[in-house]
């Protein structure tokens, strides 16, 4: 087998025992990487019902065969586990040097089990494995920690850590790495921390087996320096993903003020163009020439890296129109390891409910130094942080009065910086995205204001969800790597049949990649669906809000309209039909045979009847 | 007649402005709009008119709020 290591390390903290263990030819080509391989392991692994923030869940840290290869973009990492956020499968992916070196050091998945007793780092250097003390940076915020482990052990160093927010158990804390580099949306921090771990440090020096060194080789010193020129020659990185936030602002579908609204007369002013003057530094992953992390000095004189996620949820849906205040928030989030999408809606929502008077409470919209404060007690679980902590659809179960109307998130994570209030597409696929509201799988907005129509909710929105799915959410995330260079660049998907075959010596087309995709949307649904037997469809529904007449736009270009619940049932249908998944969005049997998934769907079986 | 071009992202850099009125001849394209104000058609995918995506064949008419963008994600 070449391509993969075929290795797994697994370390159990509780014992602090270290167990190298091997994959078969098999469970790579029915897996491949990342969220596959992850995904499957803890289905295996975990006893559903378990708590995800006791013992018996496991954090997997996976890799893909493109995963470290000096390639476009690879320098990336799935971290997974059972999420304390929606109770169902939960992941991310990060840029760190983890991916190289955990390659290099010869594993493509790491598996941490148990607790420790106190808090502890793990450090991998080939086949070695120590433990170290971590109480000395326990209580300190990630940049800190970062710079006390490079200390320790080395500037290159691949590091996996976590700051107050994942030690507190805040459930959408996140797992940090390199200068403003985050990844576990779904509260994957929080597993750490609920483990007493906060570091996992990696080095590796051996070489990572691939089936064709020459081709590879050349793949690296070429296309690595391709993407650069169409870089250079378009100019992306000069705003990254922020450039969107104009965009979103012109077509409404910017989120303002709790997603009420969806365009603001001040959203010039947090846009790319103003982030791009304001830049003082540009950060990146590793194996990546085209670097999008737009650095700005904050409020405070701390550089803040940003995205357009980052200033849509800390900036405009808080009425915050101030960079330097937005840059402020989201240093904060990054230095205590929250995820900066879920803690801007948080705040937007506390801010709503007290507006709409279903709460007492000081905080108001656009108040960037209260915004601080709260960020600071959710971080530590002190006060009002507490409640804060624990993401909005549990906040909204609390606060009840039909509060969980404008509880933005689905599956309990929060959506990020779309708002559809009429983009059907997009909704669905905040409606379907594997994990809870994310944007990662499957941005169709661009496709339904243009090939599409923003007023249909036709089969092509559901299959070109799907198609995005299949590429965003499966090929990114079992390879492993970025999709940037696709996305915002061009760079052609064939070219990752190419790596792939040349790594790993096989003959694959992108159709088989697609099954791969399938066969992994199919399971992560069913491990959710072993989580909540009573499963049905009102849980790929996005927030009432959305459907709701009176939330109309009163001007603008979509003035009068909000999303049918009819239609969006009809659209879901046509999603569910393309998938094979039953009305209740199940996949059924006959289509988890044609993946392969006979025995796991026998299982799932047990506990929900299948069709 | 005067149209109103915003340029989305990297195409600013490109034409040199973000958003400006700019005078055209009368029932100008959207392909014909592309080298007046120098974006190349290959880096502008979307097109809106006052919020509506249109095609390049699309005649302008006097007072539009043209909006165009180049290819992205969003992250
Ligand atoms: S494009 Fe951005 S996110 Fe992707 S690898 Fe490069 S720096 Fe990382």
Known sequence: ?611 | MKITVKLIGFLMYHAGFGEKEVEVPSSVTVEQLLPLINVKKSFAKIILRNGKAISFSEPLKDGDRIVISPLFSGG
């Not at chain 1, 107050?164 to 580099?181: D, F, H, P, Q």
């Not at chain 1, 950060?283 to 737009?294: K, V």
């Not at chain 1, 650095?295 to 980052?310: P, R």
């Open chain 1, 1 to 611: 087998m070449k391509g993969w290591t075929g290795n797994i390390l697994r370390i159990n903290l509780s014992s602090k025992t270290v167990k190298k263990e091997t994959y078969s030819e098999e469970f790579a080509k029915k897996w491949v990487g990342g969220r596959g391989f992850a995904v499957k392991i803890l289905w295996d692994e975990l006893k559903p019902g378990i708590d995800p923030l006791g013992p018996d869940n496991k954090l997997i840290v996976a890799l893909g065969p493109i995963a470290g290869i000096p390639a476009p973009n690879t320098g990336k990492t799935v971290v997974a586990a059972k999420s304390p956020l929606t109770g169902g499968y939960g992941d991310g992916n990060l840029g760190t040097r983890v991916s190289i070196h955990l390659r290099k050091a010869g594993y493509d998945v790491l598996i941490v089990e148990g607790k420790a007793d106190s808090p502890v780092g793990i450090y991998i250097e080939d086949d070695n494995v120590k433990f170290f003390p971590a109480n000395e940076i326990w209580g300190n915020g990630s940049y800190k920690t970062m710079d006390w482990l490079y200390a320790k052990f080395g500037m290159g160093v691949g590091i996996l850590t976590i700051g107050e927010g994942g030690e507190n158990k805040v459930l959408y804390s996140i797992i940090r790495s390199l200068e403003g580099r985050a990844g576990g949306r779904p509260g994957m921090g929080a597993v750490m921390g609920s483990k007493n771990l906060k570091a996992i440090v990696v080095k590796g020096t051996k070489e990572i087996p691939v089936a064709d060194p020459e081709a590879v080789k050349e793949i690296g010193k070429n296309d690595l320096k391709k993407i650069n020129q169409i870089d250079k020659e378009t100019g992306w990185t000069k705003q990254g993903t922020t450039s969107v936030l104009a965009w979103c602002n012109e077509v409404a579908a910017l989120p303002v003020r709790n997603m009420r609204k969806t365009s603001h007369k001040d959203a010039w002013k947090i846009d790319g163009e103003r982030l791009a003057a304001a830049c003082v530094k540009v950060y990146g992953c590793p194996n990546c020439t085209m670097h999008c992390g737009l650095t700005i000095l904050d409020k405070e004189g701390h550089e803040a890296e940003m995205d357009y996620e980052n200033i849509g949820l800390l900036g405009s849906n808080l009425e915050i129109f101030d960079l330097a205040q937005v840059g402020s928030l989201n240093y904060l989030c990054d230095d205590f390891g929250i995820d900066t999408i879920s803690a801007g809606a948080v705040l937007a929502f506390y801010a709503d409910a007290i507006d709409q008077g279903a709460i007492e409470g000081d905080f108001r919209f656009g108040d960037a130094e209260k915004a601080k404060e709260l960020l600071k007690l959710t971080a530590n679980r002190k006060g009002i942080g507490d409640f804060l902590a624990d993401g909005t659809m549990r906040m909204a179960q609390k606060i009840g009065k039909g509060s969980d109307a404008y509880a933005m998130h689905v599956k309990g994570m929060e959506i990020s910086a779309y708002n559809c209030k009429f983009v059907p597409g997009m909704a669905l696929a905040f409606g379907t995205s594997s994990i809870g509201a994310h944007h990662k799988e499957s941005w169709i907005i661009s496709f339904e204001l243009n090939e599409s129509s923003r007023e249909s909710y036709g089969r092509e929105k559901a299959q070109k969800v799907i198609e995005l799915q299949r590429i965003r959410g499966g090929l990114f995330e079992f390879l492993v790597g970025c999709r940037f260079p696709w996305i915002e660049l061009g760079w052609d998907l064939s070219n990752y049949a190419l790596y792939f075959n040349k790594i790993t010596g096989l003959d694959w087309t992108l159709d088989d990649f697609w099954t791969v995709s399938d066969r992994i949307y199919a399971m992560i649904r069913a491990f959710f669906v072993r989580e909540f037997p009573d499963w049905d469809r009102t849980r790929d529904y996005p927030p009432k809000i959305w459907f709701d007449p009176s939330n109309a736009d009163k001007e603008g270009i979509i003035a009068g309209k909000v999303l049918e619940y009819d239609k969006y049932d009809q659209l879901l249908d046509h999603f569910y039909d393309i998938r094979g998944w039953d009305k209740r969005g199940i996949p059924k049997m006959e289509t988890a045979k044609l993946l392969g998934l006979n025995k796991e769907f026998e299982e799932l079986s047990e506990y929900v009847t299948l069709e």
